[in-house]
DNA sequence: TACGTTATCCGAACAGTGTTCGTTTGTCAA
DNA sequence: TTGACAAACGAACACTGTTCGGATAACGTA
């Protein structure tokens, strides 16, 4: 690893740092590559030698802030005993996160840079199924367990897309069922982060409600 | 009603028109004031005579779109006998609307404009609730004529903002089991139309999948 | 009909954006 | 030391939203 390739690799991670914190700071509108390249000290033309261009950056940080969920994520769902907790958990910081991160979780899950175009290749996606995956993960051991039993059958997924990302693949039933439940509580996060819920209601007792419902709905013997 | 006034009222509606067509047509990312005037023939600078800005523009686009969607929700429900079919009809007609516009469904639910700001007085809120409120009637008779029972108690939430705008007034739990059942449907939209799915899925199927679980879990004896 | 008022419209300008190009500076290896 | 390449920059281009001043047209009224 010569110096200049190091050097190399601290200013990516600069230049990412400085737009996320961009972001999270002043919101979408402003993620800018001329105000990335004054926040970094350098000029927009500089900013080429680095990235493709303002497209380019936001992937970067699209990865980035996946990963950074899903890790969330694990770290929320470890040590708790019974799968249906670690369940719960993993939701639970699914919303957290996005609370804590509105101007991120806007960006991975809404499209709040119009304009804006995901690569052909699809690194986004690769990161996007990373979130997903602890969830299918948890579902499946709580099926093998016996903690919930099998899902009955329902309308056929296609799992070509998705399979040869996880680890022993993954059954069309149980990807439906996991969809489903995402789904519900993603709509909640979604919703309340575009604020469309009635304000001063205790939202997070709804959410819990919520996921009781869920859970309960899942097979989960309280 | 004076010459200009009708005149006036005319270019409102084409300049209002010109930013929908612009939208389903070529993206939130071209929805620009100065692409609007060209469509309809005039200098950017005349467009601050019917408008006060390009927010001004999106915020009215925005009502526009609430009632479309309200109204197209509103005529699949009417005529079905049960209330468990309308409810369905109902919550069909909203992912089929989301399909048969992308873009203004995004404009409603997300913020795919970076910068835009809904103004302080709330007509967005008002429309926004024109469509939840055919859910939510939905509900009421469902358990006036006693296909569902009254929901268990949960969580309150504040009904203050919403109440004074359904006629009769607002039940907290009912308005509580409204709020989690859209969160629910909504959330498969909104994750389908960006794309969050696993492609080469007969996704139709899912989703009245999902809507069954839904309905079923309300009560209605099927 | 004539006049003053007002709505409408436009051209020019300003500050901001993403991107490209040509050139210069700096670094590294042979 | 020299040649090759990476890195950085200034200037420019085509856009954007918005403001301002002035011209033009339509209006209500005397």
Redesign the pocket.
């Known amino acids: 690893m010569?110096?200049?390739e190091r050097l190399?690799e601290e200013?990516v991670a600069e230049i990412k740092n400085a737009a996320r914190t961009r972001l999270n700071e002043a919101g979408a509108a402003e993620l800018?590559?001329?105000?990335i390249a004054r926040d970094v000290g350098?000029?927009?033309?500089?900013l080429?030698?680095?990235f493709d261009?303002?497209?380019d950056v936001i992937t970067a940080l699209i990865v980035d802030s996946f990963d950074d969920q899903a890790a969330a994520i694990r770290v929320a769902a470890a040590g708790a005993r019974s799968v249906q907790t670690r369940l719960r958990r993993a939701t639970v910081a699914y919303r957290d996160w996005a609370h804590e991160h509105p101007e991120e979780f806007r960006l991975l899950y809404e499209s709040p840079i119009a304009g804006y175009q995901a690569p052909e290749d699809g690194p986004t996606v690769d990161a996007a199924i990373r979130v997903m995956t602890p969830f299918m993960e948890l579902l499946h051991e709580a099926w093998t367990t016996g903690e919930i039993e099998a899902p009955p059958p329902g309308p056929p997924i296609d799992t070509k897309a998705t399979a040869p990302r996880v680890e022993g693949g993954i059954d069309a039933d149980w990807l439906r069922v996991g969809i489903e439940t995402w789904a519900q509580f993603h709509g909640f996060v979604s919703l309340e982060l575009n604020g469309h819920f009635p304000p001063g209601t205790a939202l997070d007792d709804v959410y819990d409600h919520l996921i009781d419902n869920i859970t309960t709905r899942l097979g989960f013997t309280d």
Chains 1, 2 share one sequence.
């Open positions: 010569t110096r200049r190399r200013l800018s590559l001329r105000g350098m000029s927009p033309a500089s080429y030698t680095y261009g303002l497209d």
